[in-house]
């Protein structure tokens, strides 16, 4: 049953701490999504990758949030420091670049700063 | 600048009703319309999907109406059963092979018995 594994599920961490999300994107997918989801702004894209190159970041804070895929089956978003305004849930995504539209979701990682 | 519209933000209807959920979009450059949807605590899934060059996409109780001239698509369910409370989320992208999705802002359904 090929997923989309996310972890952390849940974090809490203080306001100013480092933190870390990984994301395994479904085998053979070679396009990841991180998108942010909170009740104000829905989801929002905060960057994508194709066969592990950064496309597009352009919705991302650049000055705390950081996206890598250090290879094929991990991808990582991190925020440092991190803010109570990042409390959200954070969504990795894969799909095939040939089929566009469909993306594949992870459970999510629900991240509280306080 | 929203690129995708969704409304509307709740709707309650009760079992067997047919629900209606409208998204309009600005970018005529969008040429793939996915429905997503999202039960609580899981991740959004594809629902259904709709390109412009067809006006109504019917998968099982679901279907897609899509107004290319009016740059507007809508999901209806058919039937509906309280299984189908979910958030319901329309996007749209540019195809090709690097296609990010613009989400809408979501549709909270409540089917009630």
């Known amino acids: 049953d090929a997923r989309v594994t996310q972890t952390p599920r849940h974090k809490v961490t203080e306001m100013g701490q480092e933190v870390t999300m990984r994301c395994q994107p479904i085998?053979?997918?070679?396009?990841v999504f991180w998108y942010r989801q909170t009740m104000m702004q829905g989801l929002e894209l905060l960057a994508y990758?194709?066969?592990?190159?950064?496309?597009?970041d352009s919705g991302m804070p650049k000055d705390r949030f950081s996206a890598e895929m250090p290879d094929a089956t991990l991808a990582t978003l991190k925020i440092q420091p991190s803010e109570p305004r990042d409390s959200a849930v954070y969504f990795c995504?894969?799909?095939?670049?040939?089929?566009?539209?469909?993306?594949?979701f992870g459970e999510g990682s629900r991240l509280t700063v306080l | 600048q929203q690129q995708v519209k969704q409304s509307p933000q709740s709707l309650i209807v009760q079992k067997g009703g047919i629900p209606i959920i409208n998204c309009a979009y600005e970018n005529t450059a969008f040429d793939y319309f996915p429905w997503y949807q999202q039960f609580p605590g899981k991740g959004p899934a594809l629902l259904i999907a709709?390109?412009?060059?067809?006006s109504e996409k019917k998968e099982g109780r679901f279907t897609i109406s899509f107004n290319k001239s009016a740059k507007q698509f809508s999901l209806h369910i058919m039937d509906s059963q309280p299984g189908d409370s979910a958030t319901y989320f329309c996007?749209?992208?540019?195809?090709?092979?690097?296609?990010?999705?613009?989400f809408g802002t979501g549709t909270r359904l409540q089917v009630t018995l």
């Open positions: 996007a749209a992208s540019m195809g090709g092979t690097a296609s990010k999705l613009t």
């Open positions: 995504a894969s799909g095939r670049g040939n089929n566009p539209g469909e993306l594949f």
């Open positions: 709709i390109r412009p060059d067809v």
């Open positions: 085998l053979g997918h070679n396009t």
């Open positions: 990758f194709r066969n592990r190159a950064p496309l597009d």
